[in-house]
């Protein structure tokens, strides 16, 4: 690597200590958007682009305060991390885990810059939540949470200006919550939020866009190596709405799907889910149980405590959990049982390391800022759809999103096929999402 990503990387590690996942997202980025910008556009390096997009442009950071069910007090931090507002107003969701912290969210935000702007939909990017943990609180607590949440959230947000979405911990329920209080203290009925219930507001098959729009992106991944998904077999980490609905159209699609996990364990199945499987697994999380040994005892299937999906023998493994699930140990495994192809379902849930050895093994990689962009282009949808009044049917937004993941496909090609012939998916979305950013940034001059 050259001298001006060596000095941009000991910059990037004085300014932002104690903030692993930022350093790591920006570093990923940074290797690939520096050699291109010296080589087809040093103009960019004098601007110092990079620089100011991995700059937040703002960081909210407030007390929430709320009354749980035994008139106890408690007392959450929220967050929203307003990264990039070149192409459009900030754009990304809202994360409930007690694992929310700022180098998570500064991360997260980070990577939906990119990510929003391979849509080609006028979208800036940002990220947001709290250390509120969902599990185990009643609807009552959940809701007198958002409601606070909301009562600060409001003062920073707007559909010209900032509109989240859901993300971990944050489902229909919680946007539902957190759009009544928005309402009822700008008293407006505008389109603020995405993740909305259909019947107000919401786009149909936007929890099943990511899942979805992941499973269309390796579409054709496969459809460039002259292959298809009608038989292969699949690994997917997590049971969330990602992990679910990518089985789903998987299974659609012909492809044996084999596992899905959560932070206990994995459930195998050897002989493949089926939809109605998968319908089960999905019912049981909706009446709150995490336990997957009622699967294990309704159909032939084997639990397996503590691990990861990654050792199974399998041709394509699609993580879907959270940051950093798979590492340099797993991507071996996978490379040993002969996997062909790895597209991230999560956000970043690579390790640097295990990126690398994949890459070297030549197994077909696709970042999750292409692969999982499904989310965030539906929720563009659904604020079209706001604006002009209408809700489209299910068939015309599946197509839409289907449009959308092989544009960012081509767009992976376009800037990541390299001279041997191979695509570099990662430095396709990468500089794909890099450029139109840096130029939007450099007409608009130095703000």
Known sequence: MSPNYHSFI???????????EFIQAVTEVAEDVIPYMENHS?????????ERIMEPERIVSFRVCWEDDQHTIQINRGFRVQM??????????????????LSILKFLAFEQVFKNSLTGLPLGGGKGGSDFDPRGKSDREIMRFCQSFMTELCRHIGPNLDVPAGDIGVGEREIGYLFGQYKRIR?????????????WGGSLIRPEATGYGLLYFVEKMLYERDMTLKGKTITISGSGNVAQYAAIKAIHMGAKVISVSNSDGVLYDRDGFTIDKINFLAQLKTNGSRDFKEYTETYQSEFIPGEKPWKLKCDIALPCATQNELNEKDATLLIENGCICIAEGANMPCTLQAVRLVQK????????KAANAGGVAV??????????????SEEKVDNKLKTIMHEIHDTCIHYGREESGKINYLKGANIGGFIKVAKAMTAQGIV
């Open 10 to 20: 000991k910059m990037l590690k004085l300014k932002n200590p104690h903030q692993p």
């Open 42 to 50: 040093p103009a960019l390096l004098k601007e110092k682009v990079l």
């Open 84 to 101: 990039n507002s070149a192409i459009g107003p900030y754009k990304g969701g809202l994360r409930f885990s007690p694992t929310v912290n």
């Open 187 to 199: 008293n407006e009925f505008t389109g603020i939020l995405t993740g909305k219930g259909p019947s």
């Open 361 to 368: 093994a030549g197994i077909s990689y696709a970042p999750g």
């Open 379 to 392: 929720s563009g949808l659904e604020m079209s759809q706001n604006r002009i009044g209408q809700c489209w």
